[in-house]
């Protein structure tokens, strides 16, 4: 291998392992398994991913971008707290795009889709029962995901979920409140109903209802963790 090619394997590995310390690190803080508040070493992650300081550096810029973690030069990297005004703004976004998505579906109803919306909720229900939340999270997710790709604005979601880290920090939060789950599934249930049954108003109404929930909590969750919150 010449000195051209190591130098080109390099700087691939460089922007792979960024990526892949990113999408770990992400995925630590929005199931909260990283705190707001808790302090990101450089030379720690280095070890631990066993990786140099360059594809590390480059990953906590990314998190820094998405507003996951504050980045104090010389000093330290800490995740950051769940800003309320970023979690409004984002459900704003996602709520405007899924109104209209489920106003697509539901006057076209697939029936391959209404299988796939339901066996996602066959999984959540499982998980809910097994109190996983990771999991039930995960499924989540894939049923939202699942309806952009149906309606062929899959690049949609990938947009709407770097502009969401601190609504989902928040959802995750909240996720463990008794009967949250069964919420949730009930809400899913309905908006798939309506799909089906090619009612949009009945869809939007749903989803509406369904993504309006976790703001209304706010007050409860800043009591019982203050220190997650932004004041």
């Known amino acids: 291998m010449d000195d051209r090619t190591t130098e080109s394997y390099g700087r691939g590995r460089s922007r792979g392992g960024a990526s892949y310390v990113f999408d770990h690190l992400r995925e630590e803080i929005l199931s909260l398994q990283l705190a ?12 631990r991913f066993e990786l140099s300081s360059t594809p590390i550096r480059d990953a906590l810029m ?26 409004r703004q984002a459900q704003f976004l996602r709520r405007s795009v899924e109104l209209e998505l489920v106003n697509v579906l539901a006057q076209a109803p ?6 796939q919306l339901r066996s996602l ?3 959540q229900t499982a998980f809910a029962e097994l109190r996983e939340h990771e999991a039930f999270s995960r499924a989540d997710h894939a049923f939202h995901h699942q309806m ?14 770097r502009q969401s880290g601190h609504i989902d920090r928040l959802r995750r939060l909240n996720l463990p409140v ?24 009945e869809a939007q109404e749903a989803l509406r209802g369904h993504l309006s929930q976790s703001l209304g909590l706010i007050n409860v969750l800043r009591e019982k963790h203050p220190g997650y919150f932004k004041p």
């Open 62 to 87: 990314r998190l820094q971008e998405e507003g996951l973690v504050d980045i104090f030069p010389q000093h330290a990297t800490v995740v950051s707290p769940i800003n309320v005004d970023h979690a």
């Open 110 to 115: 697939d029936a391959g889709l209404v299988e």
């Open 148 to 161: 952009y790709i149906a309606a062929k604005v899959g690049n949609l979601w990938h947009l709407i979920r």
């Open 36 to 47: 707001p508040g808790s302090v990101l070493s450089r030379l720690e992650l280095q070890e």
């Open 178 to 201: 008794e009967g949250k789950m069964r919420e949730i599934i009930a809400a899913h249930t309905a908006i798939v109903d309506a799909i089906a049954g090619g009612s949009p108003q």
């Open 121 to 123: 909720i066959r999984q």
